[in-house]
Nanobody, 123 residues
Framework: VHLVESGGGLVQAGDSLRLSCVAS????????MGWFRQAPGKEREFVAS????????YYDDSVKGRFTVSRDNEKKAGFLQMNNLKPDDAAVYSC?????????????????WGQGTQVTVSS
């Protein structure tokens, strides 16, 4: 499965962005999907995940209530709606696919990764 993210950019604090992750080359619908981010000088961290069917989601506390993860299996796409962005949200955001049940949160559970899209938030 090949994953490509898009939708990143430069925004001001309080603005919104919608990231997309499009899959090709495999059966996207059988994989749980996750979003991770990595800021300069920091370790990669979990942001959100969604089960293969889309009926379950899980969020890191830092984004809960502001970010929404979703997917459209027919379009082989996943999305991360980010509202009320804060400077601390600035990072490279990557989507990933995991052949596991549920909403995995650990990076090691994910086998397929996209290259990432940059999100910059100015204060």
């Amino acid at each position: 499965v090949h994953l490509v993210e898009s939708g990143g950019g430069l925004v001001q604090a309080g603005d919104s962005l919608r990231l997309s992750c499009v899959a090709s080359g495999g059966s996207f619908s059988i994989y749980a999907m996750g979003w991770f981010r990595q800021a300069p000088g920091k370790e990669r961290e979990f942001v959100a995940s969604i089960s293969w069917s889309g009926d379950r989601t899980y969020y890191d506390d830092s984004v809960k209530g502001r970010f929404t993860v979703s997917r459209d299996n027919e379009k082989k796409a996943g999305f991360l709606q980010m509202n009320n962005l804060k400077p601390d949200d600035a990072a490279v955001y990557s989507c990933a696919a995991a052949d596991v049940y549920g909403t995995p949160t650990a990076a090691y559970e994910y086998y397929y990764w996209g290259q990432g899209t940059q999100v910059t938030v100015s204060s």
